[in-house]
């Protein structure tokens, strides 16, 4: 029997848990933007897991911290390793509680990041995004459009990282009201609007400045 759905209606938690609790001889795959992953079941427990590049505790550790994609559950699979030695539970509580204060520490963070461009005078508004184009910090308005933003971003830098520099990380756009500024920072997107008065470049090294300083 072969399950299918999609990590949005069911969380791997839950999967991982339903096989571990009914003592399945099962594989699930799970396929997301991050990569594609593999969990073993037998005898009530994880076996084995991989997420490249990782194999073991890591690889379920990484695979509980996807938020979307598509999981495939298929019986009577056997693993072909036996990567995992500790109980299910333990495994999946500590990846959890890890989780959990990650993203305590990133909320922090970003909170952070957005005060201070906040409190920039040449900045309009800005925004803090991930790359889906989904608002982490600050206001969704016209002039900076979340998705349009993420969008932009992720074709500018497909073509700049294949042609020219594979560690591009910020770039800027000009228009007749002023300045749209697009920088990555730990795995966000920083989105600012400023006005025409601003020197492009000595922008983007002044904030960068800034952002060193948080890091």
């Known amino acids: 029997m072969v399950l299918v759905g999609n990590l949005k ?37 994880i076996v084995h897991a991989e997420f490249s590049p990782y194999i073991g505790e890591k690889a379920v550790y990484e695979m509980l911290s996807l938020t979307d994609g598509q999981f495939k559950v298929e019986a009577s699979i056997q693993s072909p390793a036996h990567s995992i030695k500790r109980p299910w539970n333990s495994v999946v509580l500590d990846s959890l509680r890890e989780l959990d204060e990650k993203n305590q520490q990133a909320t922090s963070i970003h909170k952070k990041v957005f005060s201070t461009l906040a409190g920039q005078k040449s900045i309009k508004s800005s925004q803090v995004l991930d790359f889906k184009g989904k608002l982490i910090e600050g206001k969704e308005n016209e002039p900076l459009n979340s998705v349009l933003i993420a ?18 990380r910020y770039t800027y756009f000009r228009s007749n009201q002023g300045y749209l ?35």
Do not use: P
């Open 9 to 45: 209606d069911l969380r791997l938690a839950n999967i991982i848990q339903l096989n571990c609790m009914e003592r399945n001889v099962a594989k699930v795959t799970v396929i997301s933007h991050e990569g594609t992953g593999f969990l073993y079941f037998a005898d009530g427990q």
């Open 151 to 168: 969008f932009l971003w992720y074709k500018m830098k497909k073509i700049l990282t294949h042609f020219y520099d594979e560690n591009f």
């Open 181 to 215: 500024f697009m920088i990555e920072f730990r795995a966000t997107l920083l989105a600012m609007q400023t006005d025409l008065n601003v020197v492009a470049e000595d922008f983007i090294r002044h904030i960068i400045k800034i952002l060193r300083g948080i890091e």
